[in-house]
């Protein structure tokens, strides 16, 4: 019987390690201290999905479409005013679709400091391609970044964060510095291939640190935002508060679609507020905190 064919009690333990072997978290690359003494890394990140959501579904729904351009008209300024005001740089990943669509966007959010990151070519899921279109797709998304930005991407974050059997040797192919769409910790660690260090590092993030899941709508299912702005501010706040006892890192991910509207914008701006009232914080980008724990632990430059 081939292995693919077995069922997974039936896999042999070679079969069930190779798997749970691939993209594994190795030693943890949580650094002594942060830039400046600081307590606490802090790195905010913007999906900018835009119009690619329906269009990945191949939704052409003039209604779909226009949810996501809310976040270009309105998302995406509303957020780089707040950025400006406190005086914090973050990171935004685009679907190269979405690049495309609003080069203008993409190149004054990188003129302003921020970092652009790889995040697909229209929002597909990886483990539903077929075999290459992953490689293709992905080298063909950080050409097109490159082109736009002006700067190569140096990391990545997976769409919806699947990470596919592939993924990991496209990663280290395009020789990036890091990766954030595995959640196997709070704070940063090296990834490992079978047992194998690799020297990438990856910044994880995780669903209750996502804005999308508590306020998503699909108007055809049950997927409703049943949780108030208040609650998620709490949750937010409370993973802060945590990740600034331990002296570890926090990393939120956002969608200007989702935390651009008018009644959500404000629970980052007091969130922000919050963590600079804390002290002993370091806003950065995902690539400054994955070089920072890189050199930090004698990993060799990548990106």
């Known amino acids: 019987m081939a292995e693919a064919a077995k069922k997974p009690w039936e896999w042999s333990e070679p079969e069930w390690r190779r798997i749970v072997g691939r993209a594994r978290a190795g030693r943890s690359l949580a650094p002594e201290s942060w830039p400046g003494a600081a307590r606490c890394a802090v790195a905010l990140s913007f999906d900018a999905d835009h119009e690619t959501i329906p269009l990945r579904d191949a939704d052409e729904s003039p209604m779909r479409i226009s949810q996501g351009q809310y976040g270009n008209r309105q998302g995406v300024p509303r957020i780089r005013a707040l950025l400006r005001r406190h005086g914090v740089r973050a990171s935004f990943f685009y679907p190269a679709v979405s690049a495309l669509l609003h080069p203008e ?18 929002h597909e899921a990886n483990t539903q391609l077929p075999p290459g279109v992953e490689r293709e797709l992905t080298f063909r998304a950080a050409d097109t970044l490159e082109r736009i930005a002006g700067r190569r991407p140096v ?107 008018r009644s959500r914008i404000g629970l980052l701006e007091r969130l922000v507020e919050h963590m600079k009232a804390r002290g002993g914080v370091w806003f950065a980008t995902h690539e400054e905190v994955a070089r920072w724990c890189a050199t930090r632990a004698g990993l060799a430059t990548r990106g």
């Open 105 to 122: 966007e993409v190149r004054a959010v990188a003129e302003e400091g921020h970092e652009i990151g790889i995040h697909s070519w229209i």
């Open 155 to 261: 990391g990545i974050r997976t769409a919806s964060w699947d990470f596919s059997v592939d993924t990991m040797n496209i990663i280290r192919e395009l020789g990036l510095l890091y990766d954030s769409s595995l959640m196997a910790d709070d704070d940063p660690y090296e990834l490992t291939d079978q047992g194998e260090p690799t020297g990438i590092v990856e910044l994880p993030p995780e669903w209750i640190r996502d804005d999308a899941v508590y306020f998503n709508m699909l108007r055809f299912s049950a997927l409703r935002p049943y949780t108030p702005p208040s609650a998620v501010e709490e949750i937010f706040r409370a993973e802060f508060d945590a990740a600034h006892a331990e002296g570890g890192l926090f990393l939120l991910t956002m969608h200007p679609h989702v935390i651009g509207h």
